[in-house]
C-alpha cells in the first residue's frame, strides 16, 4: 500500500477555507484516494474519494494533480465542529485493508 | 447511525474474563473489518473478512478471535486479555472495492 504524508495538526478559523494537502509519492495505477474524520471515541467517517482531477460533493473538494503523487482536501466556510482527525488513505480499498496514518488534527478557532 | 452497529459501546472486563463484541451491518457491504484504536495511536487493522472468509490476521495474538457467520454480522471474541489490550474497537464494512462505513466503536477497559 502507497504510503502518505500529510501534516500532523492545522489551525484555522471559523468561515475559513482550509486545505490540507497529502503526499502520497509511490501511488499505483489502481489506487484511488479517500479522506476520512473522525471525531473522539467515534469511528471515521467517510468525506470523499478520488482517482485523478476534480471532485466534490455536498461537504468537501479533492484536488488531484496529473501526476497523482499528492492530494488536497478542501473545506469550504469551516466551523467549530470540523474540529476533528482527517486522515488521507490511499489503496485499492476494499478487502485490501485499508491502513490508516496518525492523520492531520485540524482545530477550528471562533 | 451510520448503518454499522456496534454493541456493547463499553465494556469493562476483568483479565480472567471472556467477553464478545458484536459488529452488525445492513449494508448489503461483502466485507467486514475490525480495528483497533489505543490512546494517541493511529488505527490498526485487526482483521478482514471478505465474503465470509478471513483473509488478513495481521499477527493479532491468539487471545483476540474472530468470527464471521454471514455477511451481515462480525464477531471479537476476547479471553484473557491483558491492560494493554484496553482500546477503542471500532469495525467497518464496505464492499470489496470502495469506501469504509464504520461503526461507533466499543470501549474497552481490562482491569
Known amino acids: 500500500l502507497a504510503k502518505t504524508t500529510q501534516p500532523i495538526s492545522m489551525d484555522s478559523y471559523e468561515g475559513q477555507e482550509v486545505n490540507i494537502t497529502c503526499s502520497h509519492n509511490?501511488?499505483?495505477?489502481?489506487?484511488?484516494i479517500t479522506w476520512y474524520q473522525q471525531f473522539p471515541s467515534q469511528g471515521p467517517r467517510f468525506i470523499i474519494q478520488?482517482?485523478?482531477t476534480k471532485v466534490t460533493n455536498e461537504v468537501a473538494s479533492l484536488f488531484i494533480p496529473a501526476d497523482r503523487k499528492s492530494s488536497t482536501l478542501s473545506l469550504p466556510r469551516v466551523s467549530l465542529s470540523d474540529t476533528a482527525v482527517y486522515y488521507c488513505?490511499?489503496?485499492?480499498?476494499?478487502?485490501?485493508?485499508?491502513?490508516f496514518g496518525k492523520g492531520t488534527h485540524l482545530i477550528i478557532q471562533p | 447511525e451510520t448503518g454499522v452497529t456496534q454493541t456493547p459501546r463499553h465494556l469493562v472486563m476483568g483479565m480472567t474474563n471472556k467477553k464478545s463484541l458484536k459488529c452488525e451491518q445492513h449494508?448489503?457491504?461483502?466485507?467486514m473489518y475490525w480495528y483497533k484504536q489505543s490512546a494517541k495511536k493511529p488505527l490498526e487493522l485487526m482483521f478482514v473478512?471478505?465474503?465470509?472468509?478471513?483473509?488478513e490476521n495481521n499477527s493479532v495474538p491468539s487471545r483476540f478471535s474472530p468470527e464471521c457467520p454471514n455477511s451481515s454480522h462480525l464477531f471479537l471474541h476476547l479471553h484473557t486479555l491483558q491492560p494493554e489490550d484496553s482500546a477503542l474497537y471500532l469495525c467497518a464494512s464496505s464492499f470489496r472495492s470502495g469506501g469504509y462505513t464504520f461503526g461507533s466503536g466499543t470501549r474497552l477497559t481490562v482491569v
Open positions: 478520488g482517482y485523478k
Open positions: 488513505l490511499v489503496g485499492e480499498g476494499g478487502a485490501d485493508g485499508l491502513t
Open positions: 509511490n501511488i499505483a495505477t489502481n489506487d484511488y
Open positions: 473478512y471478505s465474503l465470509e472468509e478471513r483473509v
Open positions: 449494508l448489503g457491504h461483502n466485507a
